[in-house]
């Protein structure tokens, strides 16, 4: 998929497809939900995402907050001219996980010309709060990036 072509109305089977590799599908991140300013998704506990105990990795509670608030930002931005760049990741881990799934809601607080803020927080399967993470993407052209 030519991820330049993202947007509001791409479908969410299209976007979990295009999101098959690399650190996405390892952890099992699987997105359920989008709409403007709200990204929503899912990961079961599994060994690739745990720490040797058991227990969900801290790590990758961070990984999935940039995941959903890197794609609510492309999402939103016209990515034939700018490029979505995180830049800050935050995170207070206010539970844990042993077992189950573990599921994510990514809000825009902040959406300038650029920088956009997102607040995500990650719950279990009850509802109780895992951790709450804020994640600042940057909005850069295209044609001004340095390599």
């Known amino acids: 998929m030519n991820y330049t072509l993202l947007n509001l109305n791409t479908p969410v089977e299209l976007i979990n497809e295009a999101m098959q590799n ?31 105990d058991g227990i969900l990795h801290g790590g990758t509670n961070l990984a999935f907050a940039e995941t959903l608030a890197g794609l609510g930002s492309m999402l939103i931005t016209d990515l034939q001219e700018y490029d979505v760049l995180g830049t800050h990741v935050s995170g207070s881990h206010t539970g844990m996980l ?8 990514a809000r825009i607080v902040h959406r300038g010309n650029k920088t956009h803020v997102w607040n995500v927080d990650v719950r279990n399967e009850e509802g109780r709060l895992i951790s709450t993470i804020h994640v600042t993407n940057m909005i850069v052209k295209r044609n001004g990036r340095t390599e």
């Open 22 to 52: 690399g650190i996405v599908s390892s952890i099992g991140i699987k997105i359920t939900g989008v709409e403007y300013g709200l990204v929503e998704g899912f990961f079961i506990l599994s060994n690739k995402n745990c720490r040797p």
């Open 98 to 105: 042993k077992t189950g799934k573990a599921k994510g809601e």
